[in-house]
């Protein structure tokens, strides 16, 4: 059974951080995307990283302040968020992919497997 499990969601300051987690188990991804979605907005595209050779691509939002990365022993995929703005309070989902990644996909589409999401809520 494939699952994509999310947790370190929580309630933090504005200028906080937060650690989020995703462990894979079930078979192998080629990379993976975290996603977050606001009340009342579309889900949009965060960070993807490659399992590979662990390279990654982030949106221009969360540039310089989020970093994705993996660890492949524990085949879990972490987001590390810092200077959390209210504006970032979102359900946080990841997402796996099973086709190679040639190029990073920031499409929904893109992805096969996806978690069942983390609420972060950021307070200012």
């Known amino acids: 059974q494939v699952q994509l499990a999310e947790s370190g969601g929580g309630l933090v300051q504005a200028g906080g951080s937060l650690r989020l987690s995703c462990a894979a188990s079930g078979r192998t991804f080629s990379g993976f995307a975290w996603f977050r979605q606001a009340p009342g907005k579309e889900r949009e595209f965060v960070a993807a990283?490659?399992?590979?050779?662990?390279?990654?691509y982030s949106a221009d939002s969360v540039k310089g302040r989020f970093t994705i990365s993996r660890d492949n022993a524990k085949n879990t995929m972490y987001l590390q968020m810092n200077s959390l703005k209210a504006e970032d309070t979102s359900v946080y989902y990841c997402?796996?992919?099973?086709?190679?990644?040639?190029?990073?996909?920031?499409?929904?589409?893109?992805?096969?497997?996806w978690g069942q999401g983390t609420q972060v809520t950021v307070s200012s």
């Open positions: 997402a796996g992919r099973i086709s190679p990644m040639y190029s990073f996909r920031s499409a929904e589409a893109a992805y096969d497997y």
């Open positions: 990283i490659r399992w590979s050779d662990g390279s990654t």
